[in-house]
């Protein structure tokens, strides 16, 4: 009995030929693709013994279960596109996806997308960091081409496109952490003055109370807030996505209505204002609200049903949502920092990003004594790396430790424990 046949000879077939060009070529099955074709790569080279010795490197790699992106002409864009567009969408969410597609379109691939892939090294990528340095480009932002570069190849080791990944030897230029500059308790009830009033005022109490992701907040529901129970739930976020062509299936072809920008595209898709998952499992939480919060919500909720019956007729029911337009609709992430600046500039106050009333409001917990635990699921944190960041206020925290033990066991007289007498 014969024992067991090799592979089919389609399967690993080679063909060699010398071209019109004076040069020698070769076609080399290397595998089979994801639609059952044999997968067949081209060699050239300016003789035949220089052919066959490529064709016997590439022959062993497929021999040994190596993926012969080593020795095919991949470049580093063939293959940050192929990251973003085939295997990314299966795991990361689309906001995470756009933010890695962003950096790498913008910062990496006009600069070192022509080059092979095997052929990248640490040095190249830190030349690449140095440049962006150059142009102006802040090192959080370069630190952020780092670690989606550090994925991105780590993938291609995986799955055996690289044997090693330079960006996990390249040296990133270091980032110099900035301290969280939160509102005073004295600027935010300022703030809260200056947004009495307006539609939605309540918005900014449950930021500053809160501190709820801006996401979160415009994405409440009032199924989510048990007003009798003083309890609100997280459970979604607003989320504005880029427009996608609707005309061609792959980004990086050439539109068919000829128009450069998703959002001009007449068969547009996938755009616009969404409602999506929380960030992260954490993000799904109950936090209590303040009872003074609880009485402007009740507030809030009956102004808002009076506009909602004068404007039955344009009203937006498709969502019953805590905090909407003049007519019920999701109110865009972009006009509601547009009002947070306006409100900061009413109120007198110095110029914040709205994500800093989300550190204020995580800083004044801690001041107020609240353990870093209950802030972190408050706040709705994975990581307590994150809650060490407000060294301003753990600082605080640790000498009111001190005084309190102080007081403990030497009460108001230093220097001698309580009811133990000193030597003479």
Same mark, same amino acid.
């Given at each position: 009995?014969?024992?067991?046949?090799? &592979?089919?000879?389609?399967?690993?077939?080679?063909?060699?030929?010398?071209?019109?060009?004076?040069?020698?070529?070769?076609?080399?099955?290397?595998?089979?693709?994801? /639609?059952?074709? %044999?997968?067949?790569?081209?060699?050239?080279?300016?003789?035949?013994?220089?052919?066959?010795?490529?064709?016997? /490197?590439?022959?062993?790699?497929? #021999?040994?279960?190596?993926?012969?992106?080593?020795?095919?002409?991949?470049?580093?864009? /063939?293959?940050?596109?192929?990251?973003?567009?085939?295997?990314?969408?299966?795991?990361?969410?689309?906001? !995470?996806?756009?933010?890695?597609?962003?950096?790498?379109?913008?910062?990496? *691939?006009?600069?070192?997308?022509?080059?092979?892939?095997?052929?990248?090294?640490?040095?190249?990528?830190?030349?690449?960091?140095?440049?962006?340095?150059? #142009?102006?480009?802040?090192?959080?932002?370069?630190?952020?081409?780092?670690?989606?570069?550090?994925?991105?190849?780590?993938? $291609?080791?995986?799955?055996?496109?690289?044997? !090693?990944?330079?960006?996990?030897?390249?040296?990133?230029?270091?980032?110099?952490?900035?301290? *969280?500059?939160?509102?005073?308790? #004295?600027?935010?009830?300022?703030?809260?003055?200056?947004?009495?009033?307006?539609?939605?005022?309540?918005?900014?109490?449950?930021?500053?109370?809160?501190?709820?992701?801006?996401?979160?907040?415009?994405?409440?529901?009032?199924?989510?807030?048990?007003?009798?129970?003083?309890?609100?739930?997280?459970?979604?976020?607003?989320?504005?996505?880029?427009?996608?062509?609707?005309?061609?299936?792959?980004?990086?072809?050439?539109?068919?209505?000829?128009?450069?920008?998703?959002?001009?595209?007449?068969?547009?898709?996938?755009?616009?204002?969404?409602?999506?998952?929380?960030? !992260?499992?954490?993000?799904?939480?109950?936090?209590?609200?303040?009872?003074?919060?609880?009485?402007?919500?009740?507030?809030?909720?009956?102004?808002?049903?009076?506009?909602?019956?004068?404007?039955?007729?344009?009203?937006?029911?498709?969502?019953?949502?805590?905090?909407?337009?003049?007519?019920? $609709?999701?109110?865009?992430?972009?006009? /509601?920092?547009?009002?947070?600046?306006? *409100?900061?500039?009413? &109120?007198?106050?110095?110029?914040?990003?709205?994500?800093?009333?989300?550190?204020?409001?995580?800083?004044?917990?801690?001041?107020?004594?609240?353990?870093?635990?209950?802030?972190?699921?408050?706040?709705?944190?994975?990581?307590?790396?994150?809650?060490?960041?407000?060294?301003?206020?753990?600082?605080?925290? %640790?000498?009111?430790?001190?005084?309190?033990?102080?007081? !403990?066991?030497?009460?108001?007289?230093?220097?001698?424990?309580?009811?133990?007498?000193?030597?003479?």
């Amino acid at each position: 009995m014969r024992g067991r046949p090799r &592979a089919a000879a389609a399967d690993s077939a080679t063909t060699r030929y010398r071209g019109a060009d004076g040069r020698w070529h070769a076609r080399v099955t290397v595998g089979r693709r994801l /639609d059952g074709e %044999r997968d067949r790569r081209h060699l050239t080279r300016a003789t035949k013994r220089e052919l066959d010795a490529a064709i016997r /490197d590439l022959e062993n790699a497929r #021999d040994s279960g190596q993926q012969p992106w080593l020795l095919d002409n991949v470049t580093v864009e /063939d293959w940050l596109e192929h990251w973003l567009e085939e295997i990314l969408p299966l795991s990361v969410r689309w906001k !995470t996806r756009s933010g890695y597609a962003s950096h790498l379109r913008v910062h990496v *691939i006009p600069t070192i997308g022509a080059a092979r892939l095997s052929e990248l090294r640490p040095e190249t990528l830190e030349r690449l960091y140095r440049q962006l340095i150059e #142009d102006g480009r802040s090192t959080h932002v370069v630190h952020g081409v780092h670690r989606v570069l550090r994925s991105s190849l780590n993938e $291609a080791v995986r799955r055996q496109r690289l044997l !090693t990944n330079p960006a996990a030897l390249a040296r990133p230029p270091r980032v110099e952490r900035s301290e *969280i500059e939160p509102l005073t308790a #004295d600027e935010c009830r300022a703030v809260l003055a200056a947004s009495r009033g307006r539609l939605n005022a309540a918005r900014w109490s449950v930021a500053l109370a809160l501190g709820l992701r801006q996401g979160e907040a415009l994405g409440l529901m009032w199924d989510d807030i048990d007003l009798d129970a003083g309890v609100l739930r997280v459970r979604r976020a607003v989320q504005r996505r880029t427009w996608a062509h609707g005309c061609s299936p792959r980004r990086r072809k050439e539109p068919a209505c000829g128009r450069l920008r998703g959002a001009e595209c007449p068969q547009r898709r996938d755009g616009g204002l969404v409602l999506v998952e929380p960030k !992260t499992r954490s993000s799904r939480r109950s936090v209590a609200l303040p009872p003074p919060l609880v009485a402007e919500l009740r507030a809030h909720r009956a102004a808002q049903l009076r506009l909602k019956l004068e404007r039955a007729d344009v009203w937006d029911h498709t969502h019953d949502l805590v905090f909407c337009t003049d007519w019920g $609709a999701l109110i865009d992430p972009h006009a /509601d920092y547009r009002d947070w600046k306006q *409100i900061l500039r009413d &109120a007198g106050v110095r110029e914040v990003r709205l994500h800093d009333a989300r550190h204020t409001a995580a800083t004044l917990l801690l001041l107020q004594g609240v353990d870093i635990r209950t802030v972190m699921a408050i706040m709705g944190w994975t990581e307590l790396a994150t809650a060490q960041r407000y060294v301003h206020a753990v600082d605080e925290l %640790r000498h009111e430790a001190a005084r309190r033990m102080g007081t !403990t066991l030497w009460g108001d007289s230093p220097g001698t424990l309580p009811g133990v007498r000193s030597r003479p």
